[in-house]
């Protein structure tokens, strides 16, 4: 959408849906009632002879006031989009950011002919400064006049594009890690107000209502710029309050987070034209550890209940399932609650 010209401007969970497709699950942005195409695009820069002389120039001052060692493939990619001073404070930031900088983040055009540009959005038109949206899920930057949570390099006004509508994503997510079940439903503890003694569940509480349901602009920007200001709040409160049943979406959640704020606090004309392709490097990279992290979950059950089985236990295959059939004693099995029912006399099959 975005690299078509048209920039959404209402991300919010109404908003996204996610339906059966023959070859899986697809999601869908919907409602573009918001939405604004744009007519005049910005080109990629490109290497030229300048960023060759300025490469060693690079190399030698990341390594001697940074302390960092980058290839002259990172040097040249960097040179191509920022000056030599721009360049090293990309990188000072990145290396408050992140212990180990990941790859993805230096900006790198896609190699799609047709995503070598992207939209101006500051064409200085009346749609770029408009706020549209959903309160809750908006730009801090955009829920309240003010300033650029970050001046990046250059950027003095806030005008609006694709880095709000990332960001709006961001909330949605964080949303439902904090209000939602694993199943999707809707936490019991939100129902209604929590004990006066339980402080976690207060906490929870505070923070769905002051990044979210507030309808007071004024808190929800103090709060989102307060964010962006520091930065490690995230990872000390917010993602703690998650469900249980989602805790395995912290480290992506985090990492979604820190693209975010390096993405504003080193933002220029590319940005809005790699942003997607770095999120999606990034989101590629967390999924693999969460599937893994599933999978060995899942094992770890499978032979803990496999361990747990009495040594009657004959071993079976139903229908290519590989599976332990238990007997069942014809004994009163009780409920929670207390009450008995009978239990049939015959095997029940198990998948492990």
Partial sequence: MWFSGVLHRNISPSNIIIARETDGKVGYLIDLDCS???EKWIEFPAANIDNYQDKPSLLRNAKNELGLTITEDTALRLLADFTLRNALN??????????????CIVPEPDPDPKRRSCPDT???????LMRTGTKSFMSGELVSPGFPYHPGFGRYIVVRGVIHDIESYFW???????????????????LEDPPEDDVPMKILHKFVYC???TSEEI????????LFKRPDDVEKHIVKAFHPDLICLQPLVLSFWKLLAFSYRTYNDLIPG?????LLKLFDEELKGIKQQFEAQTLDVARSSSDSQPPSASEGHVDDVS?????VPSVHAQYDNGHHIRLPKKARVENN
């Fill in 90 to 103: 990309f990188l000072a930031v990145a290396r408050n950011m992140w212990e180990n900088m990941p790859d």
């Fill in 122 to 128: 500051g064409d200085g038109s009346d749609n770029a």
């Fill in 211 to 213: 990044f979210f349901d």
């Fill in 274 to 278: 790699v942003i997607h392709a770095q």
């Fill in 36 to 38: 604004h195409e744009f």
């Fill in 219 to 226: 808190m929800l920007n103090a709060n989102k710029t307060a």
């Fill in 323 to 327: 599976c332990t059939m238990k007997p």
């Fill in 172 to 190: 949605v997510l964080v949303y439902l890690c904090l209000t939602r079940t694993g199943n999707g439903e809707w936490r019991d503890e939100l």
